[in-house]
């Protein structure tokens, strides 16, 4: 199937894309493919040099007549997030991903693609390659690590980058010039509890949600997507107003930054609650498809009777926990008071786990106005101190301040409007774009974000829109044929 993928226009790009995705390339396990990026610089015999943490540096001097234009650096992350359904049989550090054509758009079958920020790197390959393609002296920056704590970004150090333009080719709408984003910190509660013994009074009942939309818990919070984790809870909640019940485990979420798409717990009800068990639940479950019909038409809840389990957390100790996880913010905190549509700040209630006398609470909260973000943590703190949670924060970023009046940005801006006919979306945006780390040792970059249109990213509906790959390809190299010339 990936070979119709290696067929696409353009085919320099799709080939490299091809390639890149038959490594498995997780978070914090990137070894092969900076390998493969390593073997790819020196196979073209290109000046290759990777940091301390695994950044790869690839140079390629400028085409013929490009000589005097300003050096630009083109930057992407080479991990990529990975989620599959339940149902996909797939194993992500030995396979490569499996692909195919969909109309016009590039999906994977039951897992997330790639895309994300696959199509960037794919792209600087070409460009590093291409023999035929105008372009100044370049330099194609590939960053680790970038989805579960921009460990790339951070540790990078000055004097590694030498170019005066920085282009980030990680946006997901390819009529978006992006040039500002929000920052982040990663926020984890644990706490402990004791067990109890459950003796055969209880029914032992295993709960599901599954089916949700999830998603960028950046760029998706805006839509109002149901969280897995919230959901859950929100059933619990409206269940121990009626009934006596103590919870076994629960494991809800994955990544911290995608909005969580199954829950499954484990409960113990008394066996004379059950009918009202049932009333509470079919009540509930009413509610919530009417609720996420749009946002998540495939949503499901299931419950089903399972072999007893012996131990659980006590009555008490289970209503503390759900209190504490219903009162955590999650979702929208506020909207930007000066740029219409944005989301200032957010939180995404990305884990929820509780087994054998441990309970743990982990999200990621995002916001581009610093004291925001930690008055935020500040509510997550306080929900979490109902079950004495310690709270730790890590992965603290900030965020990309806007320079709207930056040189490549108003070139850029110019050059949409010229080729496309109409005018590009200038703005900053919800994600954690690496733009603004490297910005901390490198400060006079001018820097711009954009990319072709990604949908469902950091989930396995995850896709890319072939034509728009071909639009945004073509505005790439038109842009590298306008960089100015050197001061």
């Known amino acids: 199937m990936s ?14 894309f091809c390639d890149l995705n038959a490594v498995p390339r997780p978070s914090k396990k990137e070894e092969r493919v900076i390998k493969f990026m390593q073997d790819f610089g020196k196979k073209l015999g290109l000046p290759t040099k990777t940091d301390a943490c695994g950044n790869v540096l690839i140079t390629k001097p400028a085409t013929p007549g490009m000589e005097n234009r300003k050096k630009v650096t083109l930057q992407s992350h080479l991990d990529m997030v990975h989620q599959k359904n339940n149902d996909t049989v797939f194993d992500f550090d030995t396979e490569g991903i499996k692909m195919y054509v969909d109309c016009d758009w590039v999906k994977a079958e039951g897992t997330t693609l790639g895309s994300d920020n696959g199509i960037g790197v794919a792209s600087i390959m070409a460009l590093l390659e291409s023999t035929d393609i105008a372009h100044p002296e370049i330099e194609g920056f590939f960053t680790v690590d970038e989805e579960t704590g921009m460990t790339g970004a951070f540790e990078l150090k000055a004097g590694f980058l030498e170019g005066e333009i920085l282009l980030n080719l990680d946006t997901e709408d390819d009529d978006e010039l992006t040039i500002g984003c929000a920052g982040g910190v990663n926020v984890s509660g644990e706490a402990f509890y004791d067990e109890i013994e459950m003796n055969q009074n209880f029914e032992t009942i295993h709960l599901t949600v599954k089916g949700l939309s999830g998603g960028h818990s950046g760029m998706d919070i805006i839509k109002g997507l149901g969280n897995a984790n919230k959901l859950m809870n929100r059933f619990m909640h409206e269940l121990m107003e009626e009934v006596v019940f103590s919870i076994i485990e629960i494991e809800g979420g994955g990544l911290r930054n995608a909005i969580p798409r199954e829950s499954n717990a484990i409960i113990g009800v008394a066996k004379k609650d059950l009918e009202t068990f049932t009333k509470v639940k079919d009540q509930f479950v009413a509610e919530i498809l009417a609720e996420y019909k749009d946002t998540d038409p495939n949503l499901t809840f299931v419950t089903e009777a399972i072999e007893h389990r012996s131990k659980g957390a006590s009555v008490e100790s289970s209503r503390k926990f759900i209190t504490a996880v219903y009162a955590a913010p999650n979702g929208i905190y506020r909207m930007s008071p000066t740029i219409e549509g944005l989301v200032q700040t957010s939180n995404n209630l990305s884990q929820v786990r509780m087994k054998e006398g441990k309970a743990e609470v982990l999200c990621l909260c995002r916001s581009s106005v610093d004291s925001e973000k930690h ?11 109902i079950i004495d949670a310690k709270v730790t924060l890590d992965a603290d970023y900030p965020g990309w301040t806007p320079e709207p009046s930056s040189k490549i940005v108003a070139m850029m801006s110019d050059l949409y409007e010229e080729m496309f006919d109409q005018k590009a979306h200038v703005i900053a945006c919800h994600a954690g774009l690496e733009c603004g780390i490297i910005g901390t040792n490198y400060p006079n970059l001018d820097m711009v974000s954009f990319g072709p249109n990604i949908r469902g990213a950091h989930s396995p509906d995850e896709k890319v829109q072939i034509s728009s790959v071909q639009k945004y390809w073509r505005f790439l190299l038109e842009t590298l044929k306008r960089i100015p010339l050197k001061d």
């Open 375 to 385: 008055d935020e943590v500040r509510t997550i703190k306080a929900a979490l101190s």
């Open 3 to 16: 070979k119709n993928v290696a067929a696409l226009e353009p085919q320099i790009m799709w080939k490299n």
